[in-house]
């Protein structure tokens, strides 16, 4: 459960990593520039499906961990921090992606539009990686504790 915390939220910071990476070049683009840049993000919902998997994949990693009070409170940590990451997308996101019909239609709120939706994934980027921080100390608390018993480590 450790292992499937860690990876399936680190695989989930991917996304959002990418957009915010991508953001002080995107942010000032030209009108028709923005839109053909963000036609490179058609199929990319499917990367999303990996937010509810780490959500229970956090909430898993809290049950198993609940021997250890810390551990266990850095996995809840994760899980929340992942369900605020889907918070962000439902209101900021995704009405962004609806207006534009995923930015195949140039509304007159465009510059708006892009910008609620360069921010929220620069946000939900580093609301991702703190839930990796989290689900990584967790898991790693768990292993070092057990390893480190008596040990000068």
Known sequence: MRFLAI????????APAAHAFALLNKIGMAKADYFVAQQAYAGWWIVGLLLPLALLANIGNAVALRA?????????????????NLVIFMVFTQPANAATENWTVQPENWENLRARW?????????VTLLAFCCATLASIRRFTRKCCRGNSC
């Open 68 to 84: 250890d009070g810390t551990a266990m409170m850095l996995s809840i940590a994760a899980a929340a921090l992942i369900a605020l």
């Open 118 to 126: 360069e921010y929220s994934h620069a946000v939900n980027a580093a």
């Open 7 to 14: 990876i399936i939220t680190g695989m989930a910071l991917a």
